[in-house]
C-alpha cells in the first residue's frame, strides 16, 4: 500500500489529453513539493516534472504537473505512442522523513 | 556527460550481505544529496534511503523497512555512493538504482539483487 495513492492505469488515443492524479496527505504533497517520472518498459525513470509544475530541459511542453493541496495532477496533451509507459509521482514526507512513491500508472495509447 | 553507474549486484542468501556502488561522473557529486531507490519485479518504485551532502553534515536517512539493516555511505573524493545490506531478506530483491539530489533528476541503470536460498 503505498503512501500517495495513483490510478494503476490509465489509457488514451494519440492526440488526447490524459491526466493522472495523486493523492496524498499534509505531510507529504500538503508541504512538499511533488515530482513526477516517467518510465519506459525495461528502463531506468527519468525525471519529467519537478517542484509541482517544472519541466527539465528536454521535456516537452505537452506535459504538465499542477499541484492543489493535498493532491496532485500529470497532464499530458497531444497523446503519443511513444508515451506508453509507466508514470511515477513522489514527495518527502515531513513525518516518515522519507520520500514517497505512489504506486504507479500504468498508461496505455490505445 | 552526467552519468550514475551502479555495481555490486548479485545472488545473495536469506540473512547474508551484499554492498553497491554507485559511480558518479559529470558533476560535482559532493554537492548533491543521493539517493537509493529500489524496485522488485513487476512493482513499483520504493525509495530505501539518502545521503545528505557535506553542507548537511552527510547525514542519512533510511525507509522503515531497511532501517537498521542497511547502511549508506560515500566518498567524494571518489565520487562514489554505497549501500550496504546487511540481514537480506527475500523481499528485498529488486533493482536497485542509486539518484541524484532530492529530485531524483538523474538515475542510474540499476543492478539487480536476488535474494534467495
Known amino acids: 500500500q503505498s503512501v500517495l495513492t495513483q490510478p494503476p492505469s490509465a489509457s488514451g488515443t494519440p492526440g488526447q489529453r490524459v491526466t493522472i492524479s495523486c493523492s496524498g496527505s499534509?505531510?507529504?504533497?500538503?508541504?512538499?513539493?511533488v515530482y513526477w517520472y516517467q518510465q519506459l518498459p525495461g528502463t531506468a525513470p527519468k525525471l519529467l516534472i519537478y517542484?509541482?509544475?517544472q519541466r527539465p530541459s528536454g521535456v516537452p511542453d505537452r506535459f504538465s504537473g499542477s499541484k492543489s493541496g493535498t493532491s496532485a495532477s500529470l497532464a499530458i496533451s497531444g497523446l503519443r505512442s511513444e508515451d506508453e509507459a509507466d508514470y511515477y509521482c513522489?514527495?518527502?514526507?515531513?513525518?516518515?522523513?522519507?520520500?514517497?512513491f505512489g504506486g504507479g500508472t500504468k498508461l496505455t495509447v490505445l | 556527460e552526467v552519468q550514475l553507474v551502479e555495481s555490486g549486484g548479485g545472488l545473495v542468501q536469506p540473512g547474508g550481505s551484499l554492498r553497491l556502488s554507485c559511480a558518479a561522473s559529470?558533476?560535482?557529486?559532493?554537492?548533491?544529496?543521493m539517493d537509493w531507490v529500489r524496485q522488485a519485479p513487476g512493482k513499483g518504485l520504493e525509495w530505501v534511503g539518502r545521503s545528505r551532502n557535506k553542507a548537511n553534515s552527510y547525514t542519512t536517512e533510511y525507509a522503515a523497512s531497511v532501517k537498521g539493516r542497511f547502511t549508506i555511505s560515500r566518498d567524494d573524493s571518489k565520487n562514489s555512493l554505497y549501500l550496504q545490506m546487511n540481514s537480506l531478506k527475500s523481499e528485498d530483491t529488486a533493482v536497485y538504482h542509486c539518484?541524484?539530489?532530492?529530485?531524483?533528476?538523474?538515475w542510474g541503470q540499476g543492478t539487480m539483487v536476488t535474494v534467495s536460498s
Open positions: 513522489a514527495a518527502w514526507d515531513d513525518s516518515l522523513s522519507g520520500r514517497v
Open positions: 539518484a541524484r539530489g532530492s529530485g531524483a533528476d538523474i
Open positions: 517542484r509541482n509544475d
Open positions: 559529470g558533476f560535482t557529486f559532493s554537492d548533491h544529496y
Open positions: 499534509s505531510s507529504n504533497i500538503g508541504s512538499n513539493y
